[in-house]
């Protein structure tokens, strides 16, 4: 005989996943949307972390002589990444140079050259560069770690004012050509001189970011030795001029800021 159980009898309904969030066949649209959802997240993280850093600028200043005259072509070379030389622009709320590593981003760099006693017009090509990693220690190895001393025919070519550099040692990042005279040349169209021929100023921006460590003491007491050759960014000033009696200079002023990230 069939007994009923006793109570009402329960209608259970079987549990599956809502709609709204059930998987869907992946879809061109539905994968462009994802895309772009996370790089929107990425941006608003980055824009996060920017506003956390802790920025400075340093400066450094050079004043030199570029001697011609018994010789019909130079170089001069000058190393910019020596934290231990450079000196603050501004106070910071925090003290970057106290931090153990730090981080360079550019270089700015302004530049002024004056004509001397030279008796003929002095061709300039100058050049920002840096090291190239395969060939960075040969190079120093050849010049006994000073650039003022790269040889002519295997690190660079002079062939009157023209100047190549050497792209197996060197990355180049700004190039500059220009001739500066001892004489205003005459201005054919005003009737006047112009006295931008006795001199020349110009400047450039170079981003280069390179990570500075220290290794018993913070970043800014670096030397020239303490940083990495592919860390270091140079200024290579060729000059070229007819020779003539006695030695003629022309001054080359540069300054320099950096700015670095914490």
């Known amino acids: 005989m069939y007994i009923m159980a006793y109570g009402r009898r329960r209608n259970f309904r079987k549990r599956g996943i809502k709609k709204s969030i059930a998987w869907k066949k992946p879809t061109a649209q539905n994968q462009k949307r994802q895309l772009w959802n996370l790089s929107k997240q990425v941006g608003r993280l980055q824009t996060v972390q ?22 019909t072509h130079g170089v001069k070379a000058i190393n910019l990444t020596i934290p231990a030389n450079w000196s603050n622009i501004f106070d910071n ?14 270089y700015q760099l302004d530049n002024i050259i004056t004509s001397g006693s030279h008796l003929n017009p002095v061709t300039y090509t100058y050049f920002v560069v840096s090291l190239k990693s395969l060939t960075s220690m040969s190079l120093l190895n050849d010049t006994s770690g000073d650039l003022n001393n790269i040889i002519d025919g295997r690190h660079y070519s002079a062939i ?7 792209r197996k040692y060197f990355n180049v990042h700004y190039v500059k050509k220009f001739v500066v005279t001892s004489v205003e040349f005459n201005d054919s ?74």
């Open 50 to 71: 920017r506003s956390l850093r802790n920025y400075g600028r340093y400066g450094l200043e050079f004043d030199t002589e570029l001697a011609t005259g018994l010789f």
């Open 93 to 106: 709320p925090v003290d970057l140079g106290a931090m153990f590593k730090a981080k360079t981003l550019s």
């Open 160 to 166: 009157g004012g023209l100047v190549h550099i050497n």
């Open 189 to 262: 169209l005003s009737g006047g001189s112009n006295p931008q021929t006795t001199y020349k100023r110009f400047g450039c921006k170079v981003k280069f970011p390179r990570m500075l460590l220290g290794d018993q003491y913070a970043w800014r007491g670096l030397t020239k030795d303490d940083i990495k050759p592919t860390s270091r960014l140079y200024v290579l000033c060729f000059y070229n001029s007819p020779a003539e009696f006695g030695i003629a200079s022309n001054n080359w002023k540069m300054n320099v800021v950096n700015t670095v990230v914490g």
